[in-house]
Structure formats: structure tokens, C-alpha cells
């Protein structure tokens, strides 16, 4: 029963998903996320927006998400089963999975949700 307990509580470390571009590294991917977040909520000083959301007035890049997509960025959903077998290795090896996800030209792990902006025009 203890071994159980111990996978929940370890896959509350392992997020849902991951955003991936090739070559990309964790910091790059948090400065992203950081100016996206910024773009799609509008920027505020001292919890003031200087100017409406984008989505006001821009609805294509009125989502975190969507800014995301549009800098190249897809987005993996992690499945149930590979949240359990992240969950079971060891909090520096799923760190450093995690962390390669990041920048893998193939993920391992996930199913792609969303697609960046250069594979759309691929298309």
C-alpha cells in the first residue's frame, strides 16, 4: 500500500505536459513562458496594467498557449502511463528527463498537442 501512496505522491512532481522545441534548454523555455504570459495578460507594474490583454484586441495570441505556438513552441500532453513511469524513477533522473524533453527533436515521452508555427506553415 506504501508503494502506491509513494507514486501518487511522486507524480505530483511530474507536470501534465511540456513545452518542446528543438535544442532548446530550461531556461530558455521559462523566459518564453515568461513573455508569453506577459503578452497574453498584459503587462502590469506594482499590479497595474499598463495596457489591455492582447486577446482584447488580438484574439490569435490572446492565450499563453497560443503565444507559445506562434515562437515555435509545441506543447506534449504526458499520458497517464508516462506520468506513472516518470513518477517511479528518481527525483534527479525525472529532473533530468524532464529537462531533456525540453530540447528533444523527438520526444520520448508525450503526445503532441499543439504544433509550433514553423510546423504549421510545413504543412
Not at 511540456?18 to 507594474?45: K, M, S, Y
Not at 486577446?55 to 503565444?67: F, Q, R, Y
Not at 520526444?107 to 514553423?118: E, L
Request: proline letters at 7%; aromatic letters at 4%; hydrophobic letters at 45%.
Amino acid at each position: 500500500m506504501w508503494a502506491a501512496g509513494a507514486v501518487l505522491l511522486a507524480m505530483q512532481a511530474v507536470p501534465a505536459g511540456f513545452h518542446n522545441r528543438p535544442g532548446a534548454d530550461a531556461a530558455l523555455v521559462a523566459r518564453e513562458l515568461q513573455r508569453c504570459r506577459a503578452i497574453a495578460t498584459g503587462p502590469t507594474v506594482e499590479g497595474r496594467a499598463l495596457t489591455p490583454p492582447v486577446g482584447a484586441t488580438e484574439p490569435v495570441l490572446s492565450s499563453e498557449d497560443g503565444c507559445m505556438a506562434a515562437r515555435g513552441w509545441r506543447y506534449y500532453r504526458l499520458t497517464g502511463r508516462d506520468r506513472a513511469r516518470l513518477a517511479k524513477l528518481p527525483a534527479s533522473r525525472r529532473a533530468a528527463v524532464l529537462r531533456d524533453l525540453v530540447g528533444a527533436r523527438r520526444p520520448a515521452y508525450g503526445m503532441r498537442v499543439t504544433a509550433g508555427a514553423a510546423d504549421l506553415l510545413r504543412r
